[in-house]
C-alpha cells in the first residue's frame, strides 16, 4: 500500500463564477486502491468531481496520440533505458505494495458520486476502454467526457465541462473553445497546453499524467514516462489556469520521494 495521500489546495479567481465553487481533481487511479482519497473528498465535500485520466489499466501502448510524440534523441533514449531498468528492479520487491486492484475503480465510481456529480475524461491507459467499462460508468452515475462536453449548473453558473482524450479530436476541441461563459477542460495530458492552441483558451485546464516527476528534488520532478527528464508541467497550477495533479496511484515501482500521492481541490472564487 502506498502511503496515504495527501489534500492539496489552491485559491484560483475566476471572475466568470457568481458565487465561490470547489472542484475536487482526481487523477491517475490507475486501478490502485483509494480509500484515503476517498476520506479526502468525504470531510472536502466539493461541489464536483473531475477525474482526469488513467483512472482505469486498459494499455496499448502507453503513449500519447501519435500526432504529439516527442523524437528520442540518444540521450533521451538512455534515459528512457535506465528508468526503466531501475523501474523493474524495484518491482522485484515492490510488487506486492503497488498492486492492481480492477475492481477499485468501480468502487470508486460508486462512492465519489454519492459525494458529489462525477465527471471523467480519458487517458493513455485507457485507449481500449470496454462495453462493460462504459456500462460501469453509466450505472454509477458518472459522466463520461470523451472528446465531448456537457453542461452543468452550479452555484449559479453554467460551467461547460469538456474532456479531451488521449486521441484528441481537434475538431470537438475547437467548438468547445468556441463556447461562451465559463469553460472547464479536463485534459489528461499537460503537454497539450503547449501543443494544441485551443487548449489555452479553456478558463481552466485540470491535467494530470506526469505523477509529480515521480521522484522530487528541490521543488522539481525528476522524471515522466513521456516527458522524460524535468516535465516541464510536473505538478501545481502553471499561468493561472493549468492545475496537474501528481496523481493518485502510482504504476512505477520506484518509490516516489518528496512527492506524495495527492487530491487536489481547487477554491474558485469570482473575486
Not at 500526432?67 to 540521450?75: D, G, N
Not at 522524460?228 to 516516489?256: E, I, M, W
Request: hydrophobic share 40%.
Amino acid at each position: 500500500m502506498a502511503k496515504k495521500a495527501v489534500l492539496t489546495e489552491y485559491r484560483l479567481t475566476v471572475p466568470q463564477l457568481r458565487q465561490p465553487l470547489t472542484i475536487a481533481h482526481v487523477s491517475d487511479l490507475h486501478e490502485r486502491d483509494a480509500t484515503d482519497i476517498l476520506a479526502l473528498l468525504q470531510t472536502v465535500q466539493p461541489d464536483l468531481i473531475a477525474v482526469t485520466g488513467d483512472s482505469f489499466e486498459r494499455y496499448q501502448n502507453g503513449e500519447t496520440d501519435e500526432r504529439f510524440r516527442r523524437k528520442r534523441s540518444l540521450l533521451r533514449t538512455a534515459v528512457y533505458v535506465l528508468a526503466y531498468a531501475a523501474d523493474g528492479l524495484f518491482a522485484l520487491f515492490r510488487r506486492r505494495a503497488n498492486r492492481q486492484e480492477p475492481e477499485s475503480v468501480q468502487r470508486f465510481m460508486e462512492q465519489a458520486v454519492g459525494i458529489a456529480p462525477v465527471f471523467v475524461s480519458l487517458g493513455n491507459h485507457e485507449e481500449q476502454l470496454t462495453e462493460a467499462d462504459h456500462a460501469m460508468l453509466q450505472k454509477c452515475g458518472a459522466t463520461l467526457l470523451d472528446n465531448a462536453g456537457t453542461d452543468f449548473f452550479a452555484k449559479g453558473t453554467v460551467l461547460h465541462i469538456g474532456g479531451l482524450s488521449t486521441n484528441a479530436d481537434e475538431a470537438w476541441l475547437h467548438d468547445f473553445a468556441a463556447q461562451s461563459g465559463f469553460r472547464l477542460l479536463l485534459c489528461h495530458h499537460p503537454e497539450y497546453y503547449d501543443l494544441l492552441p485551443d487548449v489555452r483558451t479553456a478558463d481552466l485546464v485540470l491535467s494530470g499524467h506526469n505523477h509529480g516527476g515521480q521522484v522530487r528534488l528541490f521543488g522539481r520532478g525528476v522524471f515522466s514516462s513521456s516527458s522524460g527528464l524535468l516535465p516541464k508541467y510536473d505538478r501545481g497550477v502553471f499561468d493561472g489556469r493549468l492545475v496537474v495533479s501528481a496523481g493518485c496511484g502510482n504504476t512505477f515501482f520506484v518509490p516516489r520521494f518528496g512527492n506524495p500521492r495527492e487530491l487536489v481541490v481547487l477554491h474558485l472564487s469570482p473575486e
